[in-house]
């Protein structure tokens, strides 16, 4: 019989601490992404990281609007209190990224960062301050990393898998692709630029490219309508938090129990991502 789906768990990693990397190089792989390829640098990264590959994320740790980069150095647990008591002129700005691939680069680790970049509606302008450090980023630059291990967890099922995201979500889907090695597995994708589709390993996804006007969401919302879900299916969905909810309810009312569904709220329409 399939195991229970509520046996799924996140998967922590197994020692974690606020770590140092370099940016070793920077490109612009697809129109609505920047790729920030990062390096270890010798302070304990490389003795902790385990690359576990699927939808591995991390906290990243920006310079603070000074340009200082401070870190609430330590282990993982009582990072955001270490955070709070750093004075706030010196405090840096956190987001959340994904490990889109990892590899070895000599006595340390080498990861890419594939981050989006996305535009204010009304004035066209880059917006946020992940995504205009990535724009900026040159090889030098440092940041702060805390793993966080991956959400994406089907180890044991053995009914169908879907994965639905937005272009947030992309560099995760990639390395979970990537992760399954060719194991069956069915996406729904939804990018703004059908320049940024790509071949997905061993996979055969359907993409839909967002319409001018549509919310985000909207497209990929059409295709799960028209999709014949099992109760049995394990489905996981990542990306703009509205989204993420109206698919987490089709999901719920094709019979695919709570346990069943695996969301991540990546960011939300029209407010930045706290600890700014
Ligand atoms: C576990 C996890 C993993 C993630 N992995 C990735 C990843 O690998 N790559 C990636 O690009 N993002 C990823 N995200 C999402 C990313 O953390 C957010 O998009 C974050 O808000 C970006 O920070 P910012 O400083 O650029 O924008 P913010 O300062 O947070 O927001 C500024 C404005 O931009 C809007 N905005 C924020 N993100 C987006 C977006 N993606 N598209 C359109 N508008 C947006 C906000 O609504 C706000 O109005 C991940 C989130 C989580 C929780």
Redesign the pocket.
């Known amino acids: 019989m399939a195991q229970q789906l509520s046996d799924f768990r996140p998967v922590h990693p197994r020692a974690a601490s606020v770590r140092t990397m370099v940016v070793h190089a920077t490109s612009r792989p697809y129109p609505g992404?920047a790729r920030v390829t990062l390096r270890g640098t010798g302070d304990g990264f490389e003795e902790d990281f385990e690359p576990l590959g699927f939808?591995q994320?991390f906290r990243l740790f920006l310079p603070a609007p000074s340009g200082t980069l401070d870190l609430p150095v330590g282990g993982a647990e009582g990072w955001y209190s270490r955070l709070l008591a750093m004075e706030e002129s010196h405090r840096p700005?956190v987001?959340?990224?994904?490990i889109?691939d990892a590899r070895r680069a000599g006595h340390t680790w080498e990861v890419d960062?594939?981050?989006?970049i996305?535009r204010c509606v009304a004035t066209g302008e880059v917006?946020?301050?992940?995504?205009?450090w990535a724009l900026q980023a040159r090889p030098g630059d440092r940041v702060g990393v805390l793993d966080?291990g991956r959400?994406f967890n089907t180890e044991g099922h053995t009914g169908p898998v879907l994965v639905v995201a937005?272009?947030?979500?992309l560099?995760?889907v990639e390395a979970i692709a990537r992760s399954l090695a060719g194991a069956p597995c069915d996406y729904v994708l939804e990018v703004p630029d059908a320049g940024d589709r790509r071949e997905l390993p061993g996979a055969h996804p359907t993409w839909t490219v967002r319409t001018q006007g549509q919310s985000?969401g909207d497209s990929a919302l059409e295709i799960l309508r028209l999709r014949t879900l099992t109760p049995d299916t394990c489905v996981y969905v990542?990306g703009?938090a509205a989204f993420v909810l109206a698919a987490r309810s089709l999901a719920l009312a094709a019979g695919v129990p709570k346990s069943g569904v695996q969301f991540?709220?990546?960011?939300?329409?029209?407010?930045?991502?706290k600890r700014?």
């Open positions: 992404f939808d994320w700005v987001r959340n990224y994904t889109r960062v594939d981050f989006v996305h917006e946020g301050v992940a995504a205009r966080q959400i937005d272009e947030s979500g560099p995760g985000v990542v703009e991540c709220a990546y960011w939300r329409v029209g407010r930045r991502a700014s």
